[in-house]
C-alpha cells in the first residue's frame, strides 16, 4: 500500500503563506489534499491527476495552488492569502481513481499522518 508522508505546516499570521509536501513510496494516478478542524468534519481542499487536471475547494480557489512531480511522486500545496479559518490539520491522500467523479469526490485510498497549519489573526 501505498505510503504517504506530509511536511511543511506550521503556523503564520493571517495573510501570509506555507507550502506542504507530500512524498508518496509509489505512483498514484489522483492525489489530494484535505483538511480537519477541531469539531468539524475532514474536508477536500484541493485534487490533482497525474495529466495535471485539478479541482478546489471554493474556499481556497485562487488562494491555493495544488502542483505535483510525477517523477518524484511527490505533491505539494502552495497556500496563500492564508486565513484564520484556514486553521487545520491537512492530510495527503492517494484517490481511489474514479474518472465518473470529480477529483475531490473521489474516496480516499490511504492518509498520511497530517501536519498542522495554524494560521492566527
Known amino acids: 500500500q501505498v505510503q504517504l508522508v506530509e511536511s511543511g505546516g506550521g503556523s503564520m499570521q493571517s495573510g501570509g503563506s506555507l507550502r506542504l509536501s507530500c512524498v508518496a513510496s509509489?505512483?498514484?494516478?489522483?492525489m489530494g489534499w484535505f483538511r480537519q478542524a477541531p469539531g468539524k468534519e475532514r474536508e477536500g481542499v484541493a485534487a490533482?491527476?497525474?495529466?495535471?487536471?485539478?479541482d478546489y475547494a471554493d474556499s481556497v480557489k485562487d488562494r491555493f495552488t495544488i502542483s505535483r512531480d510525477n517523477a518524484k511522486n511527490t505533491l505539494a500545496l502552495q497556500m496563500n492569502s492564508l486565513k484564520p479559518e484556514d486553521t487545520a490539520m491537512y492530510y495527503c491522500?492517494?484517490?481511489?481513481?474514479?474518472?465518473?467523479?470529480?477529483?475531490?469526490?473521489?474516496?480516499?485510498?490511504?492518509w498520511g499522518q497530517g501536519t498542522q497549519v495554524t494560521v492566527s489573526s
Open positions: 509509489e505512483y498514484t494516478y489522483s
Open positions: 491522500a492517494a484517490l481511489f481513481n474514479l474518472p465518473s467523479r470529480p477529483l475531490l469526490r473521489r474516496p480516499p485510498l490511504r
Open positions: 490533482i491527476d497525474s495529466d495535471g487536471g485539478t
